[in-house]
């Protein structure tokens, strides 16, 4: 199941390269035909679209926005990059996201006497990687007090800090995710996320920021969902002192304070951005808040390692495929775990809860059962696995930094256009981290087309069930269009934003991620995937299950 050293496994391979590659330019993005602009289009020297035209139209890669064009085509900044001294500053906002117009208060603890705050839309930018939206200018600082720790529930929260700076979103944040970068004396620095949304938005695209799983797996004062201070007895899963509510009231202490935004969720933002994409940006909370938001968009992308559903959450997100919405879940284990939200002292919807053991929920018998938190949602009382929805099931998990290969299974499948591959081929390293698997007796949709089949050794990682394989699976609803997919991997992201070169026999593992990505969000963006791509059940031929 997944822990710990998952994610510090995925974060020690992936952002180590992070900062250094931010400045890079992606090459070989697209195919010779993505240089020639659209019909009646024209595109500038630096490879975009002119001023001229419609809102929106169609491209090589999906549904393109003028707006995200003209946006990355503005001058960008490597100053959201951190290179100063770990420690010494953190700091957490009162609002997971926000839209304009509204105030976002600022709480920061460092140990120095003043710190200024900037505020940087993460895209692409030229190859820069942002743009400097915000800066606050000096603020008094002070270092806040310690954050206690509840008893019984091991929640850490701050909400004894008080407000350091609150700041307007104006017109100029456009909608997006963002890094509020903190830097105090003695180059002490620091990152906040922040998610401004569009309620208006109609786009093609959802981004889903995972908000719920980087809390989740948020160790700020020593507990998070997986791990905790004190012993434990050995060999006994989950462990006892772990925490069972977690708080956004706190920083985040991974990847400088960004959660897991920029290991697992910013490569693929950064991409949609640079191909101009027809994209809008939300949250986990979001979509909770406002059910109906998803129905006015195509197609909701699950970022990172979105294990963490609640229930208002997938019920928003299961009747948005019902009525056609394309879903794309980016990486392994999506809808496995069963969170619910309540009030703080800060604000509704501010602490999570996970007990992951129904018996010990106070809600147990006591509430919706389809609100009480067991180790999963296929754990009574909930009953209501995943599987069906995703089209996959969880395997396990390969061992930190160790990686294999994607083996294609139906080269002749529209998501393998342009590659050139060929069945049986290997994208070498790019399955890695947890994984998913298809498997009949879980309840998998019978119209499951498999993509990629990758067998794993066992000695390279720990499964819960039978042979251990990555599956990318697809199916389609025939009677609402919907169409998802599911790569398999918690390293499809990642990958691609992966520099390490192009490995024997000429396959680039970025290059063909990139590609693969630029055909399903193609497909997906054009509507209901069944009307143009219905999925072509091969599950057996290919698993012999």
Known sequence: ???????????????????????????????????????????????????????????????????????????????????????????????????????????????????????????????????????????????????PVTGGTNMVACDNWSPSLTFTVTPAFVQGDYLIKLTGPGNRQSYVPLTVWNPASTATYVIKNDVFTWQAWNYYGGYDYYQGLGNCPPDVYPICNRARVVSYDRPYAAENGSGNFLGLEYPLVKWAEEHGLDVTYATDLTVQEHPGYLLRHKVLLSLGHDECWSLGERQAAVAAYNQGVNVVFFAASPVLRHVRTQVSPLGPDRELVDYRDSAADPLDANGNPLQVTGNEWSNPPSNWPEYDFVGDTYAGFLEPGLHVGFKVADASAWVFDGTGLHNGEVIPSLIASDV??????????????????????????????????????????????????????????????????????????????????????????????????????????????
């Open 1 to 147: 199941m997944p822990d710990r050293r998952v994610m510090s496994g995925v974060v020690a391979t992936v952002i180590a390269g992070v900062v250094a590659i931010a400045v890079i330019v992606l090459l070989a993005h697209r195919s010779p035909q993505a240089a020639a602009a659209p019909t009646g289009q024209t595109r500038t020297a630096s490879g975009t679209a002119a001023a001229s035209g419609p809102a929106t139209f169609s491209g090589p890669d999906g549904v393109e926005a003028r707006w995200v064009i003209q946006e990355n085509d503005k001058p960008g900044t490597t100053g959201w990059e951190i290179h100063g001294a770990h420690g010494g500053i953190s700091g957490f906002v009162n609002q997971v996201y926000a839209q304009q117009g509204q105030k976002v208060t600022l709480y920061v603890s460092t140990t120095g006497p003043s710190f200024r705050a900037e505020a940087f839309r993460m895209g692409y930018y030229q190859g820069k990687g942002a743009r400097l939206i915000w800066t606050s200018g000096q603020q008094t600082g002070k270092e806040q007090p310690a954050c």
């Open 436 to 545: 998913d698997k298809f498997d009949l007796t879980y309840g998998q949709p019978s119209d499951d087309q498999i993509f990629g089949h990758s067998p794993i050794p066992a000695n390279l990682g720990q499964t819960r069930i039978g042979a251990f394989y990555s599956d990318m699976t697809y199916y389609t609803n025939s009677s609402t269009g919907a169409g998802v997919l599911d790569t398999g991997t918690n390293n499809w992201i990642p990958a691609l934003d992966d520099h390490s070169g192009c490995y024997p026999g000429g396959i680039c593992e970025a290059t063909m991620v990139q590609r693969i990505t630029g055909n399903i969000l193609k497909l997906f963006g054009q509507g209901p995937a069944a009307r143009i791509q219905p999925s072509v059940p091969n599950w057996q031929q290919v698993t012999g299950q």
